[in-house]
């Protein structure tokens, strides 16, 4: 009896889930074989480690756009203005550590909240799995590569990165579309 096992943790390859090796595999015919889940598909949001849960973050800068929520609808407006601390080359906070003490606008998702933000864009990560929805197929997590976002279209191609202090009227005179409800 010929059995052979390997560990293979999914973080730690650049390539899509569905391609990687079957970790365990055994010569005898009884032996079955063990395709492990990634992690997105076997924890909620709020078991995650917190590498697992900022891996979620697919780097689509959607959340750094300003957006308006009308009180008496509910509809969510899309302008094309960024926060000041958005990377838009890097897709990212230039302070990410300290971006609630410099932009106060700025919310820090949790798990706890992240199911109640109609803001966050349907294509986000943690919007879908609190949802129960799988994550996007172009996600990085599923195809292994960062440039994923932006070849899908899917990432945040703001006209302008906002000043510090932005006024409602300022952003209402940027919108540019309704974003659809999930």
């Not at 300003?66 to 080359?89: I, P, Q, R, W």
């Not at 949790?110 to 986000?124: D, H, N, Y």
């Not at 440039?147 to 000043?163: E, F, H, M, N, T």
Request: proline share 7%; net charge positive; with cysteine.
């Amino acid at each position: 009896m010929t059995t052979s096992f390997t560990f293979l943790p999914y973080s730690l390859f650049p390539i899509p889930y569905s391609l990687l090796p079957i970790p365990y595999t055994c010569t005898r015919s009884s032996c079955y074989t063990l395709i492990m889940k990634p992690f997105w598909e076997t924890k909620t949001l709020s078991e995650m480690t917190s590498k697992e849960w900022e891996s979620l973050c697919d780097r689509c800068g959607k959340c750094c756009v300003y957006v308006l929520e009308y009180d008496e609808t509910g509809d969510v407006y899309e302008t094309d203005a960024a926060c000041h601390l958005y990377d838009s080359e890097k897709r990212c906070c230039t302070d990410y550590k300290n971006r609630t003490k410099r932009a106060p606008d700025c919310v820090r998702l949790t798990a706890k909240i992240a199911a109640t933000f109609s803001w966050l864009p349907p294509s986000c990560a943690y919007r879908r799995l609190s949802e129960g929805k799988p994550l996007p197929k172009w996600h990085p997590l599923i195809t292994g590569d960062e440039k994923s976002v932006k070849r899908a279209g899917a990432a945040a191609r703001p006209a302008l990165i906002a000043d510090e202090d932005v006024s409602i009227d300022f952003l209402q005179s940027r919108i540019t579309k309704k974003r659809r409800r999930a």
